[in-house]
């Protein structure tokens, strides 16, 4: 694992989260600057995933096998594009707090990622 990618997935997932909140606060909806960072987050996760896989294709072994490890990357991946699509089906100050949800558990299952990866 890249510890400075995770790092860098957590802080921009915390983020999101703290920014989609505060819409959220604000009685404001998700917004197409909010779907922007999304994306950048987004990209971060996939990263991380096609990382993930190729440091299991050449034969390292995360601590608490590689099937948790897997579905832990696929989900981290999937969550914040998840949220976002349930934040255009409620166009309301919810989608933002959901948005800010899928942000704060991004950064928890990031946290859970180094774990299993480190044993």
Do not use: N
């Amino acid at each position: 694992m890249l510890d400075a990618l995770t790092i860098a997935i957590c802080v921009a997932a915390l983020a999101l989260a703290a920014w989609c909140g505060y819409a959220a606060y604000r009685d404001q909806p998700t917004k197409d600057w909010h779907f922007i960072g999304m994306a950048v987050v987004s990209l971060l996760a996939l990263v991380q995933l096609v990382v993930g896989i190729v440091q299991l294709a050449q034969g390292e072994e995360p601590g608490q096998g590689s099937t948790i490890f897997v579905a832990y990357l696929i989900g981290s991946f999937a969550t914040v594009p998840a949220a976002g699509v349930l934040s255009l089906a409620e166009r309301t100050r919810w989608g933002s707090a959901t948005v800010a949800a899928g942000g704060v558990l991004l950064a928890v299952l990031e946290v859970r990622l180094i774990d299993i990866w480190g044993g």
